[in-house]
């Protein structure tokens, strides 16, 4: 069974810092990998996927994030957080089911801003 | 842009009541999820349709039912109402295509209270 394993649960960055956030999945096949965010009392918003090519991806809001094979790992990372950046973030696996299947996420990190 | 939206934003609910959750997209997504996130827990699969009347269970479907007459429209059902239901339920559509989980795309949510 897939899994998704995020191991911090908060995370305290001053603004202008540097950020990753890191994600471990468990997939037996190709991971098909997503970062979402979520503001409060809002819906998710996807920030960035990896299906397949370049290991490095880009997403929106400055964010980019890392498939490495040999470590099961997908991190998020920001050069320079924002104080909208305070946010609760999500890893996401999910299978070649042809999208039918849901993804699994990881319980998320809470990312705090100090200014 | 893909546009997914539920029917309440908040509601509160008397124990033993029968409570419809709905959502809607207008981007002819063939797949739709329903998911509970509770803190610490994140994000947990409920059911999800991958057509028309169609509907898999997901990881937790105790207690709820799902309907999908339309294909934009996929309703959440609680038969029997219990205050352990109480929960934020996120909707997400995502599009059916060859060879992958493509990313889902989630409403605003629905926060669910149950008394």
């Known amino acids: 069974a897939q899994s998704v394993t995020q191991p911090d649960i908060h995370i305290t960055v001053s603004e202008g810092a540097s950020l990753e956030l890191r994600c471990n999945y468990s997939y037996g096949a190709t991971p098909y990998l997503f970062w979402y965010v979520q503001s409060p009392g809002q819906g998710l918003q996807l920030l960035l996927k990896y299906f397949s090519g370049d290991t490095l991806v880009q997403g929106i809001k400055g964010f980019e994030a890392e498939f490495k094979r040999s470590q099961s790992s997908f991190n998020l990372r920001k050069p320079s957080v924002h104080w909208s950046d305070a946010a609760e973030y999500f890893c996401?696996?999910?299978?070649?089911?042809?999208?039918?299947?849901?993804?699994?996420f990881g319980k998320g990190t809470h990312l705090i801003i100090q200014p | 842009d893909v546009k997914v939206t539920q029917s309440s934003r908040y509601l509160v609910k008397r124990t033993g009541e029968k409570v419809f959750l709905e959502c809607v997209q207008d981007?002819?997504?063939?797949?739709m999820f329903w998911y509970r996130q509770d803190p610490g827990l994140g994000l947990r699969l409920i059911y999800f349709?991958?057509?028309?009347?169609?509907?898999e269970k997901g990881d937790i479907p105790e207690g709820y039912s799902v309907s999908r007459e339309k294909k934009e429209r996929f309703s959440l059902i609680l038969e029997s109402a219990s205050t352990n239901q109480t929960s934020m339920y996120l909707c997400?559509?995502?599009?059916?295509?060859?060879?992958?989980?493509?990313?889902?795309?989630f409403g605003p949510g629905t926060r669910l209270t149950v008394t």
């Open positions: 996401a696996v999910g299978g070649s089911g042809g999208g039918a299947d849901g993804l699994t």
């Open positions: 997400a559509s995502s599009s059916a295509r060859w060879g992958g989980a493509y990313e889902q795309y």
């Open positions: 981007m002819d997504h063939e797949n």
């Open positions: 349709s991958y057509d028309v009347k169609m509907k």
